[in-house]
């Protein structure tokens, strides 16, 4: 008797179901792009900075209180990491995030460089960051997901919004190795970004979170100058940059970055005047002794990538060796940046996770990368592996290759009922 | 022929005027409270406090991301600044300012343990902090002026206020040490401060800035604590209590404190969840090894108050010496906090204020303790001699008693004309 294509479905399913119940008790979690020890140790030498002096290079008496913008040889490694001047970087506390939260609720409430948004929507390329998403959600702005492509969003879809809809306030970019998907912007989509501020308005603003501007894992790859771009086609004003060290020394006691026009700037130093006395000066001569150069931060962003790559590997390799030809899922290959991003085949995302989830092996959220939560293919899953060790990353893609069939199998299967 | 009253007045004010005009170039300036080096050089150890080792009590890695609220043995310091139960304690970054901005953010806009505000007024014992006043500005928040006592705010005026106009969401307080008059709220002020919820509804808030908790220049004042009143009398939800170490370790580079009900610290942490992955925890243990204990937080404070106590005396012996039973001002002799609060006779002290600057004396400038910057009697002037030495604090009094006597004496020749 002829074996049925449900009947080869089904004993395929409960091979590998048996494979998934005979799995070891695990707990490994891929959720969050978190350094590990290894990565943090790195710059432990932070600590012997200091070593009695706590004079900047100006002569300031970095304990006390002051210095709302940061001081100048902290501000050169902001240069360093988002390519604009000097004279426009703001260091900020431990937070790149605080400062794009500062940042929308200057322009939201009092105005940044322009009137306070009214009613504002944002552009969201999807998949995207999912905190970039929960500002937007904080402050009320509604989200308009685009397609982030593999060179960078779907700019004729953004052109096209901003064309037809002038409520829409920003767009979400992170230009490098874009959380998830690792792609880079092109060279034409950095100068179609540049351009947009000359049809949407001085309230508009491009939050460009360039959070993994030295994050390489292989041959860096270029990204062209938004800055140049818009002093070439004048719309400084509708650019706001952010960076941090989060990623580059300890995650929780960097540095973060902004870089503006001059009058966004100014805004945002009022604001700052208001709430602080100044952000944490001692941090910012710590990290501008240990990072003292660009050649020592590439070399200190090499040491980062040599612990990763071999983890990056494994997750390609797994899902190579696993998920080649079978139809069910495409996979990004990052040169950097802290993700790999997987596409399922459309429904099986969600099912994927939960199953991972069940042995042990967490996942973030399916839906996570897309606004509201919500992806419509569900099809998007974001793998972080830093944390993780090999072996680890090698178990935990096992078993996510594994559920990732059986969601497949399951699919199938149902469109037999 | 007899000399006139008139014309003894003036003699006197050519005689100063001459004595001013003679003064030599200074350059000294008194107005923010700011600690001097010798009492920065108290926290340096702060610096090798990590040693290699950068976990936390409880295994934390401190260097990673994470940890909303802070680790427990900085809360632990909280607590033993605040007066407050070490699990209502939340640790910020490194300024109170900042977490005050946030919780009155979160209060106008989200609520905080309530509806957010509407129309909001905010009820400003004065003289008071000027950056207290300043963010009731920022978010447009009017701002009722009630006298300051030397027992803490007129509280007769504060009930009536209350009882009579609904839209008052808040109080400003600095109970111990106020700033700047030094004055200590008494039992019976906290008291009813505590018991002002329940008739202002679950929106109103009392923002307890107890900045000088510990900064004792004689015998300890005793404040009551607020938190016990507001248990005893079910208002927890109506007090918002700040503490930093600004003033006790490094200006710049220390941490902040808040500690509320659970109600609303659940707002506050979902909402720092939407804007920051986590506070500096490696400052936290920093801190929290430098100070590890309540003796050793008193110990710290009875060097910083040696090297504060010979500027305050100064300052208060100039004025006893110049101008006692001159019948221009009055003055406090504050036994701790960063200031001591000088009231001119009505209508001299912006003039007091100016001439001091043109003879190259900074003071805070004239009505910058009141709402709005408007002192209606042109009285109060706030001196802070920390950061001088005791000789500029000398130099920098008697130009002040000069400059205030020249003034009276002008003020009292207008008369005539």
């Known amino acids: 008797m002829d074996v049925t294509p449900q009947q080869m479905m089904q004993q395929t399913l409960i091979a590998l179901t048996e494979q998934y119940q005979a799995l070891p008790a695990l707990n490994i ?12 140790a790195l710059s432990n030498s932070l600590d012997s900075m200091i070593a009695g002096n706590y004079s900047s290079q100006d ?5 006390n209180y002051g210095g709302i913008d940061g001081l100048p040889e902290a501000k050169a490694l902001g240069q360093w990491l988002l390519d604009a001047p000097i004279d426009n970087i703001l260091v900020g506390g431990n937070s790149s995030l605080t400062l794009m939260s500062q940042a929308m609720l200057i322009a939201y409430q009092f105005g940044l460089g322009g009137e306070p948004w009214q009613n504002a929507k944002f552009i969201c390329p999807a998949p995207g960051y999912d905190r970039h998403f929960a500002l937007c959600e904080l402050f009320g702005i509604k989200m308009i997901p685009v397609a982030m492509n593999d060179d960078g969003p779907d700019m004729d879809a953004v052109e096209a919004l901003i064309g037809e809809d002038r409520s829409i306030k920003g767009i979400w970019c992170v230009p490098k190795y874009s959380n998830p998907t690792g792609a880079v912007y092109s060279d034409e989509v950095v100068e179609r970004i540049a351009k947009l501020g000359q049809k949407a308005g001085a309230e508009f603003k491009v939050f460009w979170d360039n959070a993994y501007s030295v994050h390489d894992l292989a041959e860096p790859a270029a990204l062209s100058s938004l800055w140049q771009q818009a002093e070439a086609h004048g719309t400084l004003d509708n650019i706001v940059m952010f960076a941090s060290t989060s990623k580059i020394t300890h995650a ?14 100014a805004d945002i130093k009022r604001f700052l005047g208001f709430i602080t006395i100044g952000p944490d000066k001692v941090n910012q001569i710590r990290h501008s002794r240990l990072l003292n150069s660009p050649e020592a931060l590439t070399r200190h962003m090499q040491a980062h990538a040599d612990i990763l790559r071999p983890k990056f590997e494994k997750v390609v390799e797994v899902l190579d060796r696993m998920l080649s030809g079978k139809g069910v899922a495409k996979w990004s290959n990052a040169n950097g ?3 790999i991003s997987v596409d399922t085949a459309p429904g099986l995302a969600s099912r994927t996770v939960a199953l991972a989830g069940q042995a042990g092996v967490k996942f973030t959220p399916a839906g996570a990368t897309f606004p509201y939560g919500k992806d419509p293919q569900d099809s998007n899953i974001r793998i972080a592996p830093s944390m993780a060790s090999v072996d680890d990353v090698e178990q935990a893609m096992s078993v996510f290759c594994l559920c990732l069939k059986m969601a497949a199998l ?6 037999f009922n």
Chains 1, 2 share one sequence.
């Not at 979690?29 to 943090?40: A, F, I, N, V, W």
């Not at 002569?59 to 304990?63: A, I, K, L, Y």
């Not at 399951?410 to 469109?415: D, I, R, S, T, V």
């Open 252 to 265: 929780g006691s960097g540095l973060a970055f902004l870089a503006t026009s001059e009058r966004n700037l």
């Open 337 to 339: 940046g802290y993700f």
């Open 59 to 63: 002569g300031v008496d970095t304990r």
């Open 410 to 415: 399951e699919q199938g299967l149902a469109k």
């Open 29 to 40: 979690d891929l959720t969050r792009g978190k350094p590990c020890s290894e990565q943090l």
